[in-house]
């Protein structure tokens, strides 16, 4: 594994490599190697030519712009800040309490998510694929999909009309005898509807993967998998997990490089949370949005996004050398 | 686990999901089907309760809506709210609709094009240009530029106002080039040497082998992307000022946004503008669907034949 | 290709001169600032051109009117619920705005919900167009340099001057002066603020409970006021309008949506009454206290602790519903509008939506509104904000780089007609006198065939009038700024105009806090330490107004959470404000 990484770091300084270096022995095989490469996957090379310039133009480009996440910005001034660069901007969220409150919040909230979710979402692509009427199974899978197509507006309105105090759920609570429960100003309960509202609506649209992957499977697999007398759980355990394992894999690493990133749920946390649930709502990307990014904390939100990414990308670098060693499928 | 050693073609036509197939039907397993068939009708309840609810509530009279009415039954069939959207400036609505077919069908074919292109070879972990590429494409997921830069960018691009300025900024999806790269990674190697002895080249292998091969993958990101084309209204914001090239969701966004009161001028909407709304959005992609759903089937069968 | 060459040449050394001009003319500017930094003068001298060769025609009185047809770029808030259509600009009011002035606005419209961020990435972008109108907020743009300086300007427009010197308004522009002496937007100025915010009443309800709101409104205070609403709701409940366990008071503008996490409307009024920030206007929570003449964090005083226990009395009688600062709009006015609460809060704007509503849900003559005058707290202030200040318009360096000084000052003078000149003020409110509206006994009224939802004048129930906001773009948010009492309220229907004269007769104006003028850094340390601090603040303040915290048990917990999180560091940046002055 280490010896790849390190073919890596040459591979990747080789564009660079100086006259002197191109002495060596070893690094003449390897170019030798990489011209050969070329020759013979020529066509693959030249596939990528137009993706590989898109993302030179349109990703790697703009990313001067994380130069603000060191020097001072003012509104109308000039895109690549103004005066000396320093880490002024990393020092005031690094140092602030709240931060790393809604930090570990926003770890809390996607962990749990990710928890609850992933397994759900395989289960149900599994029992899914069990389905033998073709005409159910589609119907089921269409409607399962549906929720993914509510705005999150709607869902959130939704949320908060079903668990009001004068909503059903308390309904049922009081008809039982219970205490009325303000749902949505009690911040113990946050995370868990949080969490049950994603599952509901991502279960179905999450399943489209999996789903995808277990149709790629070889049929001739299940049917070996029948002649040796396998059950019907044991061809489920042995021949449709394993097939579809790096499909489950990339997902899984995927995620956890995006535990800390809080892209989707801003917006619900926005609508849900409200300051009574502060303390278990608040995260990374709505402090930012407390912080002003209209009102000229630009900087603040460039180094926070920086900070974001970089905790990401070791997530993501962990999680991959663990899958390697485990699933054998890996991201690079 | 390599599948070629597990494969015997001689008992093909023994098919686990063929209904025909009868044998080996375990008590347990009718169980388990039973139990299967509560959770898929609870799921789809679950799922399909609030949706009707809100088509309903999206039909109901205004005043029925203030009374709380909550009902799969619209009370006091009523398409006001319909006519308002769809009718008002000239039917600018149906121009808005045009806009988003029109991007949709452009960029969902350019996205699936170009992805296929990047997942293709990166999914070729001998390629030795690999082991820098898939750190390049990975690492755009997580550092990007900003706002302001990627503004100034199309700006001076001069993309800014132009349909090229709302596809190009989500043209190649990360996320989903690596799904589609771990597809195509389980794509049998052995079918693909045949192919090359077969005397195709690289490209004739991806186009004639691995693409028909792919099709569950394929058809599944069409419809990611057609979904993230025709539901972005971002970019729209962003990209174009000019109003006659905006997107049904940019356009249903500003009215309902113009539909809260707390502007001290705004003037309420009708109180089920949220709904209709969404049955407008949603309509032609459950429409579009089924079309969709039936290569996951074409899939499966496709590797069988193919073996 | 010769002439596009020849004019790029011409533009670079027109350019070129300008700079050097612009330089020159910020030097001097800057000697000038650096001897009389902080000093916006009581009455504005205006300059007179001793040219008199102008290429327009302007001056109080006279409209403005360029000689040769000129273009300006200007960004435009286009709101959706009356979308700018062609015919403003082929027959409507940009189109008249040309024909008096020949000056055609090339107008680069954003929709109002994006509008601030929009136009904010253009000027960033350096893509700003001339003249920005709708701008509430201008401090994030004070050093960037992508926007003049007007203060430097204003003696060139002598409607705004005159506007100015009438009204005294000095120290109201002194709370919108940055720390180096300018400002940077032209502000809509005020004679005086009216009322817009309040609660309406279901009046039929109170007056058959046996509530004299009319008398009692004049002074009573919030006990007075929860009084009255337990006797509603007694009533109420014996008439079987609602059981003992439901509210009649669930408020909307207090949610997530629009309540921005604070309590919004209800708390901010309510806070206001009693001398301290809340709700919409908590600001940085930094508030002047009159009786020490010194700034003090206004979460923490006294004064707030008797806010929370008034607002806290209305939820612990089972009155106001706990849900008002967590649910959407659309759930408290259905509420309302189906006769289960029996107040909500309402705005100008909003009455005649009300009543349209409300006919529609419950039938004409079976309900009547009516706006209450908001009870006394610890003072008798209204709840008007102190500034007799408006959104105004900033105008990018752009635009003097590109027109250079005579053609930017002419700009100025154009803008100075379009916004502040009282012709402009009708053209742009009611359209064209004679065509669209008649002056009756002194009176604006729109003529028949005509209706404006923007001036609370409803279309008929065929729907046959023809809206002349919706088709010409009249009564639009873009332009209709203050004026003087006369103009604003020239519009007002007969109960808005009722609460207004109200509030006017029975509440005292607040007194106006001097402005203090942070520099950017100094900005900045506030902002940080206010972001958390006012979550904080605010997170506190529901739990002890809804309950979930005990007010007088759990007070000096909440004060120190704040000390925590540098309160005390607020007071001291201000502090060196105000008695650096």
């Not at chain 1, 800390?260 to 930012?288: Q, R």
């Not at chain 2, 729209?236 to 249903?252: E, G, H, N, R, S």
């Not at chain 3, 921005?260 to 206290?289: E, F, H, K, V």
Request: aromatic content about 14%.
């Amino acid at each position: 594994m280490r010896d790849k990484e390190k073919n890596l770091d040459q591979e990747m300084t080789e564009e660079t490599v100086s006259e002197l270096e191109q002495w060596s022995p070893a690094k003449i095989t390897r170019r030798k190697r990489f011209v050969k490469d070329v020759r013979v996957n020529w066509q693959l090379y030249l596939m990528v030519v137009v993706p590989v310039a898109y993302y030179i133009l349109f990703r790697y480009v703009p990313m001067f712009g994380n130069i603000l996440a060191f020097r001072k910005y003012q509104s109308g001034g000039s895109i690549f800040g103004t005066g000396a660069p320093s880490f002024k901007y990393f020092g005031q969220f690094i140092t602030s309490k709240p931060f790393w409150q809604a930090f570990s919040n926003t770890l809390i909230l996607n962990g749990l998510y990710l928890i609850v979710r992933f397994p759900l979402t395989l289960i149900f692509a599994l029992l899914l694929n069990e389905i033998r009427n073709l005409h159910w199974k589609k119907f089921v899978q269409t409607v399962s999909y549906l929720p993914h197509f509510i705005s999150m507006v709607i869902v959130c309105g939704m949320i908060k009309e079903l668990l009001s105090t004068s909503g059903p759920i308390n309904a049922l609570i009081a008809s039982w005898g219970g205490e009325k429960i303000p749902f949505i100003s009690l911040a113990q309960w946050f995370r868990s509807i949080f969490v049950v509202s994603g599952v509901w609506q991502s279960l179905g649209w999450g399943t489209i993967l999996y789903l995808a992957a277990m149709t790629g499977i070889n049929p001739s697999l299940y049917e070996a998998a029948t002649v040796d007398g396998a059950s019907h759980f044991q061809k489920v355990m042995h021949v449709t997990i394993p097939c579809i394992l790096p499909t489950i894999a990339t997902l899984l690493i995927l995620d956890i490089g995006g535990l800390v990133g809080s892209g989707g749920a801003f917006e619900k946390v926005f609508l849900l949370g409200n300051p009574m649930t502060a303390e278990t709502s608040e995260i990374v990307s709505t402090y930012v949005f407390h912080m002003g990014v209209e009102s000229g904390s630009y900087n603040l939100a460039t180094a926070i996004g920086l900070f974001e990414g970089l905790i990401n990308l070791i997530l993501l670098t962990c999680a991959n050398l663990v899958s390697r060693k485990v699933a054998k499928t890996s991201l690079w | 686990m390599s599948k070629s050693e597990q494969s015997s073609p001689e008992f093909k036509e023994i098919h686990i999901h063929n209904p025909k197939n009868k044998i080996k039907e375990s008590k347990g397993y009718k169980v388990f089907t039973f139990f299967n068939t509560l959770i898929m009708i609870f799921i789809a309840f679950v799922t399909l309760y609030p949706f009707l609810y809100l088509v309903s509530q999206s039909f109901t009279s205004e005043q029925a809506i203030y009374a709380g009415h909550t009902g799969l039954i619209p009370e006091g069939f009523n398409i006001k709210t319909y006519i308002y959207v769809v009718t008002r400036n000239d039917y600018e609505f149906l121009k808005y609709y045009l806009n988003t077919i029109i991007y949709t069908l452009i960029g969902t074919v350019l996205s699936l094009f170009f992805s296929c292109m990047l997942a293709y070879p990166l999914s070729k972990t001998k390629l030795k240009i690999n082991k820098i590429l898939s750190p390049f494409v990975i690492f755009t997921m997580y550092f990007g530029g900003g706002l302001i830069a990627n503004y100034v960018l199309m700006l001076k691009l001069e993309l800014k106002n132009s349909m090229w300025g709302f596809i190009l900024p989500m043209l190649i999806s990360t996320y989903y080039v690596i799904l589609m790269r771990s597809f195509f990674m389980s794509i049998p190697k052995d079918l693909e040497e045949a192919g090359e002895i077969d005397g195709l080249n690289k490209f004739g292998v991806f186009w004639h082998i691995a693409r028909p091969l792919s099709t569950p993958i394929i058809a599944t990101m069409t419809l990611f992307y057609a979904v993230m084309y025709w539901n972005n209204w971002f970019n729209a914001k962003l990209y174009l000022q000019d109003k006659a090239k905006w997107p049904v969701a940019y356009f249903l966004q500003t009215i309902i946004r113009g539909a809260g009161a707390s502007d001290p001028d705004a003037q309420q909407m009708s109180a089920n503008i949220k709904s209709c709304a969404m049955v407008l959005t949603v309509l032609p992609i459950i429409c579009v669907y089924p079309a969709i759903q039936k290569y996951y089937v074409q899939g499966m069968m496709l590797g069988g034949v193919k073996e | 290709m010769k002439t596009t060459t020849l004019k790029k040449a011409s533009c670079i050394g027109l350019a070129v001169s300008m700079l050097s001009g612009f330089v020159a003319c910020n030097k001097t500017t800057e000697e000038e600032s650096s001897s009389e930094a902080t000093t916006i003068p009581d009455q504005i001298e205006t300059t007179v051109d001793p040219d008199a060769n102008l290429p327009y025609t302007y001056g109080l009185g006279k409209t403005f009117h360029a000689d040769e047809p000129v273009t300006y770029t200007m960004f435009f808030s286009d709101a959706s619920w009356y979308p700018m259509v062609d015919t403003w600009k082929t027959e409507g009011v940009f189109e008249q705005i040309r024909q008096r002035t020949n000056v055609t606005l090339n107008i680069i419209s954003y929709d109002s919900g994006d509008y601030m961020e929009n136009i904010t990435l253009d000027i960033n972008a350096g893509n700003a167009a001339y003249i920005i109108p709708k701008i509430y907020d201008d401090s994030a743009f004070v050093d960037g340099g992508a926007i003049v300086p007007i203060s430097d300007y204003v003696d060139k427009m002598p409607y705004y001057t005159e506007f100015y010197n009438t009204y005294n308004l000095a120290d109201d522009i002194k709370t919108i002066t940055r720390a180096n002496g300018k400002y940077y937007k032209l502000p809509g100025m005020k004679e005086k603020n009216l009322i817009n915010y309040s609660f309406v009443i279901r009046k039929d309800i109170w007056d058959a409970a046996g509530v004299d709101v009319e008398e009692l409104q004049k002074t009573w205070d919030w006990a007075q006021f929860l009084d009255a609403l337990k006797t509603v709701k007694a009533y109420m409940v014996k008439q079987g309008m609602c059981s003992e366990g439901d509210y009649i008071w669930s408020d909307l503008w207090c949610g997530n949506e629009s309540g921005q996490g604070s309590g919004g409307n209800l708390l901010g009024i309510m806070a206001s009454t009693y001398d301290c920030n809340a709700g919409w206007n908590i600001g940085n929570g930094m508030r002047y206290d009159q009786a020490s003449d010194k700034f003090i964090f206004s979460p923490t005083t006294d004064n707030y602790k008797q806010f929370l226990t008034t607002a806290n009395s209305f939820i612990a009688a089972g009155i106001l519903d706990p849900e008002t600062f967590t649910q959407d709009d659309a759930t408290a006015t259905a509420k309302y509008y189906s006769g289960k609460t029996a107040i909500m809060s309402i705005n100008q704007g909003q009455y005649a939506n009300y009543e349209e509503n409300m006919t529609a849900q419950l039938g004409a003559g079976n309900f009547e509104n009516y706006v209450i005058t908001i009870p006394v707290g610890s003072t008798n202030n209204s709840t008007v904000a102190p500034e007799r200040l408006e959104n105004g318009v900033m105008i990018s360096q752009k635009a003097l780089d590109e027109l250079g000084e005579d053609g930017f000052i002419q700009m100025l003078r154009f803008v100075d007609w379009l916004f502040y000149s009282h012709e402009a003020y009708d053209l742009t409110k009611w359209g064209v006198e004679g065509v669209h509206y008649d002056v009756v006994d002194g009176k604006k009224v729109l003529k028949d065939g005509f209706c404006c939802g923007g001036l609370g004048y409803g279309n008929n129930a065929e729907g046959t009038l023809t809206d002349i906001r919706l088709q010409w773009g009249y009564a639009g948010g873009n332009f209709w700024y203050g004026g003087t009492v006369d103009e604003m309220s020239d519009n007002l229907i007969p109960p808005v105009a009722d609460y207004v004269a109200r509030d006017a007769e029975y509440r005292d104006t607040p007194p106006l806090a001097p402005g203090v003028a942070p520099t950017e850094d100094q900005n900045e340390e506030i902002n940080l330490i206010a972001a958390p601090l006012i979550t904080n603040v605010n997170s506190w303040t529901l739990k002890f107004v809804t309950g979930q915290s005990d007010i007088n048990a759990q007070w000096d917990e909440y004060v120190k959470s704040c000390e925590d999180l540098n309160c005390q560091g607020l007071v001291d940046i201000y502090a060196k404000l105000y008695t650096g002055k």
